[in-house]
């Protein structure tokens, strides 16, 4: 597990984090979300050890991390690293031998990646020559060739189309169903509800929001409730404790608490067949919109 504890950088007059503190769970994918200037980089960078901190640790497993953790942590800038003019599996390949791979185990983690990220038939092009699309699975591979132990990806998403956003899914996936925690950062909420296990919100160089998926849509989903039904629930805006009432679809959105809520149903069902009740979730946009607020 990787653990940031009460992270403080400070750059000039500027404070970029803050008391900044949480986890990335071993075989878990963590998003990291939050407006540019955020301070989602910086505390990357002080992960990998690029930056010091001007106050507080990181941790792996409970111990300080160290320059053989991090030599094994796979890590793609948001800006692109590679060499434009070299191959891309020979570029690839090369970065696994830094890592300490011997030749052939870096040629053939490269040729299983290329052919898993869908541009095998790239790998002997320049990496100029590509997409912008197909240099970021490029990126991709080379943070994954040494088979690292964790994962801190910036943007790993960007100038991907959505066949290429699925192909990457599936690679993180994988890494984290191998036991590496994943922490990636993506303006793109959507791609981040649906692969996150656990979710980190920042904004202005502090926590705003961390926790799993599901407890932050929980915690933040306050007392908003979904019901349907086949007949006319037009009476529902006019109950008693009942406020926010949305038409939606069949059913209605609205806001009580949990006994009013339940006199809602109770009603319902007196009046005819009810298709389904159960609590309102936020999407991860509505939390973020809430939090950063």
């Not at 801190?152 to 899914?169: A, C, N, Q, R, Y």
Request: aromatic content about 4%.
């Amino acid at each position: 597990m990787l653990q940031v504890d009460h992270v403080s950088r400070r750059f000039g007059e500027r404070q970029a984090l803050d008391d900044v503190s949480f986890g990335v769970g071993s075989g878990r994918i963590t998003g990291f979300v939050g407006a540019n200037g955020a301070g989602k980089t910086t505390a990357m960078r002080i992960i990998l050890g690029v930056l010091t901190p001007d106050s507080g640790s990181v941790t792996v497993d409970g111990r300080p991390i160290d320059a053989d953790d991090r030599h094994s942590i796979g890590y793609m800038p948001e800006e692109r690293g590679l060499y434009p003019k070299m191959k891309v599996a020979e570029q690839v390949a090369y970065l696994g031998m830094l890592h300490g791979m011997s030749k052939k185990a870096a040629e053939d983690s490269t040729a299983r990646l290329l052919d898993r990220l869908a541009i095998a038939e790239r790998s002997n092009d320049a990496v100029e020559t590509l997409s912008l699309g197909n240099q970021q699975r490029a990126q991709i591979a080379a943070a994954l060739v040494h088979e690292p132990t964790a994962l801190v990806l910036d943007e790993p998403f960007s100038g991907l189309d959505p066949i290429g956003v699925e192909t990457v899914l599936s690679v993180l996936r994988d890494a984290a169903a191998g036991g590496a925690p994943v922490l990636f950062s993506s303006h793109q909420l959507d791609v981040v509800e649906r692969l996150c296990d656990d979710l980190v919100i920042i904004a202005d160089g502090q926590v705003r929001a961390a926790g799993s998926r599901d407890d932050l849509r929980a915690e933040h989903g306050g007392d908003s409730w979904r019901l349907s039904a086949p007949g006319d629930l037009s009476w529902v805006a006019s109950a008693a404790g009942v406020t926010g009432v949305e038409a939606e679809g069949d059913g209605v959105l609205f806001h009580a608490d949990y006994p009013t809520a339940q006199e809602v149903v109770r009603r319902a069902v007196e009046a005819g067949p009810v298709t389904s009740f159960g609590p309102q979730h936020p999407s991860l946009a509505q939390i973020f919109a809430e939090v950063v607020k």
